[in-house]
């Protein structure tokens, strides 16, 4: 735990096929790992849309994850793919508007694949927790109420 | 009988929108016939003070360009609320926070930095910015408050309609004004409230008539770097057409004269985040073998912000940048 009291906020959208079951299996093998990662069941990865994720982090997330099968495996032949080519250009527009690289991460984690779950979302909350809280709706808060009323006049 | 009042006002404006209102020609007779204006700051002189002077709900339809920018803007917004019965937030900028909502990537200080101190052409050495208040022998002067964040009307008031386009094309104008004009004098319906009115159905690229085929395209290109085609459809040429990821209404005027979409009617029916909705769009008709190819051709786009959200970052989800 950190010492500044910050516990990251981490969004999973995992694909049901694999990384759901992945996650499974890291609980029935009693793998510890963080708390910090509310798991979202998706259809495949390549259903999380870049809406979903900015969503995601307009509500307050510090960090989102999205967990599919690997290359070659996808249920539904290629919708993996589709996830990994919008990846980048999301990875880009997100840093233009001043999310530091890394608060997004792609992971292929297979429904046996329960370690490898388990270490992904130990080291992603670490990451985050090193890059600190996200905040992104503080940024609306004070505008309105820093204008004192006499200042607009006719 | 007596006639219905009319108000328009332009705040984060640029005045497109008070021209396009001129567009619809001799129908501007007919607005003239049913309405008196009682206020519209750039065709007739009326002061604010007037407008504070009216009843609630006296002006019965009120037209709000520009976004909200400053606190003057935002005074505007709600005062025109209280003395309006249908107030419709006109043009891209009051629907989506438009052109200035890119304001949006930088903080009011850097504005003022880059205007009054870093410009080439700026001769300030003792580094003089404009002051909010200002004393002078005669009283005290001010200037509104510049936010950080450029807002829509509707983040700042409540909203009835919606009418995007920067600007919203004559014909649609026009059409509002009818459906408005006969509601006022019992003759029809209003849309029901928050609806966005003066588009079509569907997207743009329903509107356009360029000839679609398979969308799978090697890479993008600007529209100066080759002689596009003029009957394909530009998106499948490589230039990023917003088409796919705007509301139709305007009838494809940019496409239909060579040039891409850029988006200005704002997203269709159903698309909570038009960027985001231009994105997962792009990247699904790069046609590469593998998702490393297809991932450095989609980072080959110069600057995904200002070309997907050049109209809406206000908008958008999450509406700025963080500074
Ligand atoms: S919507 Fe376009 S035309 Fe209207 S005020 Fe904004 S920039 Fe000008
Ligand atoms: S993408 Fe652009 S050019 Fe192609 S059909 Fe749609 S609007 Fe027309
Ligand atoms: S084609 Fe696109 S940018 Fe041009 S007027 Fe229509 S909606 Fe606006």
Same mark, same amino acid.
């Given at each position: 735990?950190?010492?500044?009291?910050f516990?990251?906020?981490?969004?999973?959208?995992?694909?049901? @096929?694999?990384?759901?079951?992945?996650a499974?299996?890291?609980g029935?093998?009693?793998?510890?790992?963080?708390?910090?990662?509310? +798991?979202?069941?998706t259809?495949?990865?390549?259903?999380?849309?870049?809406?979903h994720i $900015?969503?995601?982090?307009?509500?307050?997330?510090?960090?989102? #994850? #999205?967990?599919?099968?690997?290359?070659?495996?996808?249920? %539904?032949?290629?919708?993996?793919y589709?996830?990994?080519?919008?990846?980048?250009l999301?990875?880009?527009?997100?840093?233009?508007l001043?999310?530091?690289?890394?608060?997004?991460?792609?992971? @292929?984690?297979?429904?046996?694949?329960?370690?490898?779950f388990?270490? *992904?979302v130990?080291?992603?909350t670490?990451?985050?927790r090193a890059?600190?809280?996200?905040?992104?709706?503080?940024?609306?808060?004070?505008?309105a109420?820093?204008?004192?009323?006499?200042?607009?006049?006719? | 009988?007596?006639?219905?009042?009319?108000?328009?006002? @332009?705040?984060?404006?640029?005045?497109?929108?008070?021209?396009?209102?001129?567009?619809?020609?001799a129908? #501007?007779?007919e607005?003239?016939?049913?309405?008196?204006?009682?206020f @519209?700051?750039?065709a007739?002189?009326?002061?604010?003070?007037? *407008?504070?002077?009216?009843?609630?709900?006296?002006?019965?339809?009120?037209?709000?360009n520009?976004?909200?920018?400053?606190?003057?803007?935002?005074?505007l917004?709600?005062?025109?609320?209280?003395?309006?019965?249908?107030?419709?937030?006109f043009?891209?900028?009051?629907t $989506? /926070?438009?052109?200035?909502?890119?304001?949006?990537?930088?903080?009011?200080?850097?504005?003022?930095?880059?205007v009054?101190t870093?410009?080439?052409s700026?001769?300030?050495?003792?580094?003089v910015?404009?002051?909010?208040?200002?004393?002078? +022998?005669?009283?005290?002067?001010? =200037?509104?408050? $510049?936010?950080?964040? *450029?807002?829509? =009307?509707?983040?700042?008031?409540?909203?009835?309609?919606?009418?995007? /386009?920067?600007?919203?094309?004559?014909?649609?104008?026009?059409?509002?004004?009818?459906?408005?004009?006969?509601?006022?004098?019992?003759?029809?319906?209003?849309?029901?409230?928050?609806?966005?009115?003066?588009?079509?159905?569907?997207s743009c690229?329903?509107?356009?008539?360029?000839?679609?085929?398979?969308?799978?395209?090697?890479?993008?290109?600007?529209i100066?770097?080759?002689?596009?085609?003029?009957?394909?459809?530009? =998106?499948?040429?490589?230039?990023?057409?917003?088409?796919?990821a705007?509301a139709?209404?305007?009838?494809?005027?940019?496409?239909?004269?060579? $040039?891409?979409?850029?988006?200005? %009617?704002? +997203?269709?029916?159903?698309?909570?985040d038009?960027?985001?909705?231009?994105?997962?769009?792009?990247?699904?008709?790069i046609?590469?073998?593998?998702?490393?190819?297809?991932?450095?051709?989609?980072?080959?786009?110069p600057?995904?912000?200002?070309?997907?959200y050049?109209?809406?970052?206000a908008?958008?989800?999450?509406?700025?940048?963080?500074?």
């Open positions: 735990m950190s010492d500044n009291g516990e990251p906020r981490l969004i999973g959208f995992l694909c049901r @096929w694999c990384s759901y079951n992945g499974d299996l890291a029935t093998a009693r793998l510890k790992y963080p708390p910090n990662m509310v +798991p979202i069941k259809n495949c990865s390549g259903r999380v849309e870049p809406t $900015m969503k995601a982090f307009a509500d307050g997330a510090d960090g989102v #994850i #999205i967990a599919g099968c690997h290359p070659g495996d996808c249920h %539904y032949i290629n919708g993996n589709r996830t990994a080519g919008r990846y980048p999301m990875e880009k527009l997100l840093e233009q001043g999310l530091e690289h890394g608060r997004v991460r792609l992971e @292929w984690v297979s429904a046996a694949e329960g370690d490898k388990a270490r *992904v130990g080291e992603f670490e990451e985050i890059l600190g809280p996200l905040g992104w709706s503080e940024q609306f808060k004070d505008e109420a820093a204008v004192a009323p006499e200042a607009v006049t006719a | 009988m007596s006639k219905f009042k009319f108000a328009m006002y @332009w705040a984060g404006s640029c005045g497109g929108c008070e021209i396009a209102l001129l567009e619809i020609q129908k #501007i007779i607005v003239d016939q049913n309405y008196d204006v009682v @519209w700051p750039a007739a002189d009326f002061k604010y003070k007037d *407008v504070e002077g009216y009843d609630d709900g006296y002006i019965d339809v009120c037209l709000f520009g976004c909200i920018r400053n606190s003057e803007n935002e005074h917004a709600n005062l025109l609320r209280a003395k309006s019965k249908v107030l419709v937030a043009g891209a900028c009051a $989506m /926070g438009g052109i200035p909502g890119l304001a949006n990537l930088s903080s009011a200080q850097e504005i003022k930095d880059l009054y870093q410009t080439p700026v001769d300030n050495p003792d580094k910015y404009p002051q909010e208040r200002f004393t002078v +022998p005669e009283g005290e002067l001010d =200037l509104p408050h $510049m936010y950080d964040t *450029v807002k829509t =009307l509707e983040q700042t008031v409540d909203v009835d309609y919606f009418m995007p /386009g920067c600007p919203p094309e004559a014909h649609q104008i026009a059409g509002v004004l009818d459906v408005v004009t006969a509601a006022l004098k019992g003759e029809g319906e209003l849309p029901p409230k928050g609806a966005t009115i003066g588009v079509a159905p569907k690229c329903d509107e356009c008539e360029r000839v679609k085929d398979e969308k799978k395209i090697a890479g993008f290109r600007r100066w770097e080759f002689f596009p085609d003029r009957e394909k459809c530009l =998106l499948e040429q490589g230039v990023i057409c917003m088409g796919p705007t139709a209404g305007c009838g494809a005027r940019c496409t239909s004269v060579g $040039m891409a979409c850029r988006g200005c %009617y704002g +997203p269709p029916e159903g698309v909570v038009q960027g985001a909705k231009m994105l997962s769009t792009l990247a699904s008709i046609d590469a073998p593998d998702p490393d190819e297809i991932a450095r051709i989609a980072a080959t786009v600057d995904p912000v200002g070309t997907f050049r109209f809406g970052l908008s958008s989800l999450l509406r700025r940048a963080r500074v």
